[in-house]
């Protein structure tokens, strides 16, 4: 008999932005799945009207499609198992409950909104707990209060005494006593199902052999599993995942949310993080792959990724380490697709008109996220206004005497040059340093500054003067002249 094929499935709700805890769930499923030649499912959890955002549902796609999670059945492109909205699978959840109370496993609850208030109100109830009082009705009651059309709610019966164990492929045997389990709500007085009942009837009409998802479930798990023996159904394999945590300024560690930085997959993009890098680094949030390797793409996830590599221990969301991920993705991207990301960055600091792949290559070592373009390059479009103090440089040489003669030597030498590349400005500056028995860095110090207005530049005099041509080189070269006096 062959293997039971692995299923997974994300399974979010349209309620917003994608979190980072959701996205690393996500590719866990994924990988989960992919890893052992499996399918993974997208569900979409949508039964929750008062939370829904119009635009989630795109949003959910668009992040799915750009970290590169292709599903293999979804509410876009179907499958055997279907619908896969939950709202449009809405009536198949109360037979299965109506089973359960024909089999004596749950039972109608007719207690109203404001008993259950004043049972909050005790000290036994505060949490939330139920006291069971309609869960031995007799028959008789139980039609007459039908018959009087009395709102209910099916709930389950839960075992009263002795313990629930399960196992988690992470955090091992897990064991809860039932006196701790209140009989959970499985359908609400409008018909719909809780979200613990509608998830095990779709994961197992969907065929869902392996659930991952945050170890803030655990605790929710033995009601999971004894609705699947209440039904003797096969109970899943549990993958529960650790907490990501960040980072306060004060350096106290918390749960990851906004109060840390963006949080969200599209606000890392708007940061100008690559959506290969934050997947990269999501992987590695709470998984250690058998080697040292750090850099994969999601191909080579797919086949290193293995259950067991998934740690027990909290994850520290750290922002330095996303923008280290980053730039390694950018320094290894072929030149003229980061020249295509950097065009909207370039037209933003008004260097849209320069040779955008030459712009490129002079970043392209030295860009941690692609936000960082626009002020390493403004100077391009309009040179700051500088003080001539920026000429003195001690490593170089140069001084407020020596610059203005430097300068001018650089300038008319320029000037005369019947082309202009960046060999050829090269080979200019090599030549003036060697006629004057100069340093490179003596000569191109002031070329520099004159030309930018900033000690530190992407690139250096030649680049500069490259991109910028001719007549803009030459007119600042007069303009630092002029300042220089």
């Given at each position: 008999?062959s293997?039971?094929?692995?299923r997974t499935r994300?399974?979010?709700?349209p309620t917003g932005?994608?979190?980072?805890?959701?996205?690393?769930?996500?590719?866990y499923e994924?990988?989960?799945a992919?890893s052992?030649?499996?399918?993974?499912?997208?569900?979409i959890?949508d039964?929750?009207?008062e939370r829904?955002v119009?635009g989630?549902v795109?949003?959910?796609y668009?992040?799915?499609?750009?970290?590169?999670?292709?599903?293999d059945e979804?509410?876009?492109i179907?499958?055997?198992?279907?619908?896969?909205?939950?709202s449009e699978?809405?009536?198949?959840y109360?037979?299965y409950a109506m089973?359960?109370i024909?089999?004596?496993k749950?039972?109608?609850?007719?207690?109203?909104?404001?008993?259950?208030?004043q049972?909050?109100?005790?000290?036994?109830f505060?949490a939330?707990?139920y006291?069971?009082k309609?869960r031995?009705?007799?028959?008789?009651?139980?039609?007459?209060?039908?018959d009087?059309?009395?709102?209910?709610?099916?709930r389950?019966?839960?075992?009263?005494?002795g313990?629930?164990?399960f196992t988690?492929?992470v955090?091992?045997?897990?064991?809860?006593?039932?006196k701790?389990l209140?009989?959970?709500i499985?359908?609400?007085e409008?018909?719909?199902p809780?979200?613990?009942f509608?998830?095990?009837i779709d994961?197992?009409?969907?065929?869902?052999?392996?659930?991952v998802?945050?170890?803030e479930?655990?605790?929710?798990?033995?009601?999971?599993?004894?609705?699947y023996?209440?039904?003797g159904?096969?109970?899943p394999t549990y993958i529960?995942?650790?907490?990501?945590m960040?980072?306060d300024?004060?350096?106290t560690?918390?749960?990851?949310?906004?109060?840390?930085?963006?949080?969200?997959f599209e606000?890392?993009v708007?940061?100008?993080?690559?959506?290969?890098?934050?997947?990269?680094?999501?992987?590695?949030?709470?998984?250690c792959?058998?080697d040292?390797q750090e850099?994969?793409?999601?191909?080579?996830?797919?086949?290193?990724?293995?259950i067991?590599?998934?740690?027990?221990?909290?994850?520290i969301f750290d922002?330095?380490k996303?923008a280290?991920f980053?730039?390694?993705y950018?320094?290894n991207?072929?030149?003229?697709?980061?020249?295509?990301?950097?065009?909207?960055?370039?037209?933003?600091?008004?260097?849209?008109?320069?040779?955008?792949?030459?712009?490129?290559?002079?970043?392209?070592k030295?860009?941690?996220?692609?936000?960082?373009?626009?002020?390493?390059?403004?100077f391009?479009?309009?040179?700051?206004?500088?003080d001539?103090?920026?000429?003195?440089?001690k490593k170089s040489?140069?001084?407020?005497e020596?610059?203005?003669?430097?300068?001018?030597?650089?300038?008319?030498a320029?000037?005369?040059?019947?082309?202009?590349d960046?060999?050829?400005?090269?080979?200019?500056?090599?030549?003036?340093?060697?006629k004057?028995?100069?340093k490179?860095g003596?000569v191109?110090?002031?070329?520099?500054i004159a030309?930018?207005?900033?000690?530190?530049?992407?690139?250096?005099a030649?680049?500069?003067?490259d991109?910028?041509?001719?007549?803009?080189?030459?007119k600042?070269?007069?303009?630092?002249?002029?300042?220089?006096?």
């Amino acid at each position: 008999m062959s293997e039971k094929t692995v299923r997974t499935r994300y399974a979010p709700s349209p309620t917003g932005f994608m979190h980072v805890g959701n996205l690393r769930t996500a590719l866990y499923e994924y990988l989960t799945a992919k890893s052992q030649g499996g399918k993974f499912i997208l569900r979409i959890e949508d039964t929750d009207r008062e939370r829904y955002v119009d635009g989630a549902v795109d949003i959910i796609y668009n992040t799915l499609s750009q970290a590169g999670l292709k599903h293999d059945e979804g509410p876009d492109i179907g499958g055997d198992f279907g619908p896969y909205v939950q709202s449009e699978r809405k009536d198949m959840y109360l037979p299965y409950a109506m089973k359960l109370i024909e089999d004596g496993k749950a039972y109608r609850c007719f207690c109203s909104k404001e008993r259950l208030e004043q049972l909050r109100e005790s000290e036994e109830f505060a949490a939330g707990g139920y006291d069971r009082k309609c869960r031995d009705l007799s028959e008789e009651e139980i039609q007459k209060l039908l018959d009087a059309g009395t709102p209910y709610v099916i709930r389950q019966k839960m075992p009263i005494d002795g313990e629930t164990s399960f196992t988690d492929s992470v955090f091992g045997t897990i064991t809860v006593d039932n006196k701790e389990l209140q009989d959970q709500i499985l359908i609400k007085e409008d018909g719909y199902p809780t979200y613990n009942f509608a998830n095990v009837i779709d994961d197992h009409t969907m065929g869902i052999t392996h659930v991952v998802r945050g170890c803030e479930y655990l605790s929710s798990t033995p009601k999971y599993n004894l609705l699947y023996e209440a039904f003797g159904w096969e109970i899943p394999t549990y993958i529960h995942l650790p907490l990501i945590m960040g980072k306060d300024a004060e350096g106290t560690v918390s749960k990851l949310s906004k109060r840390h930085g963006s949080t969200g997959f599209e606000d890392l993009v708007k940061e100008g993080y690559l959506p290969e890098a934050i997947i990269n680094y999501i992987a590695l949030l709470g998984w250690c792959p058998k080697d040292n390797q750090e850099i994969f793409t999601i191909e080579e996830l797919e086949k290193a990724f293995f259950i067991g590599g998934i740690s027990k221990s909290p994850s520290i969301f750290d922002y330095d380490k996303l923008a280290w991920f980053n730039s390694e993705y950018i320094k290894n991207m072929e030149l003229e697709k980061f020249a295509e990301l950097c065009a909207p960055y370039f037209e933003q600091a008004g260097c849209g008109n320069l040779d955008k792949v030459k712009l490129a290559s002079i970043l392209q070592k030295r860009v941690s996220k692609l936000t960082e373009i626009p002020e390493m390059v403004e100077f391009f479009a309009n040179i700051p206004d500088y003080d001539i103090e920026l000429f003195v440089n001690k490593k170089s040489k140069t001084t407020l005497e020596n610059a203005p003669v430097i300068l001018g030597n650089v300038t008319e030498a320029l000037r005369a040059l019947e082309s202009w590349d960046s060999e050829t400005i090269h080979d200019c500056f090599m030549k003036l340093a060697e006629k004057y028995e100069l340093k490179n860095g003596t000569v191109m110090w002031p070329a520099r500054i004159a030309v930018s207005g900033k000690t530190v530049t992407p690139g250096g005099a030649v680049e500069i003067l490259d991109i910028l041509g001719r007549d803009e080189s030459l007119k600042r070269l007069e303009a630092g002249l002029a300042k220089l006096g």
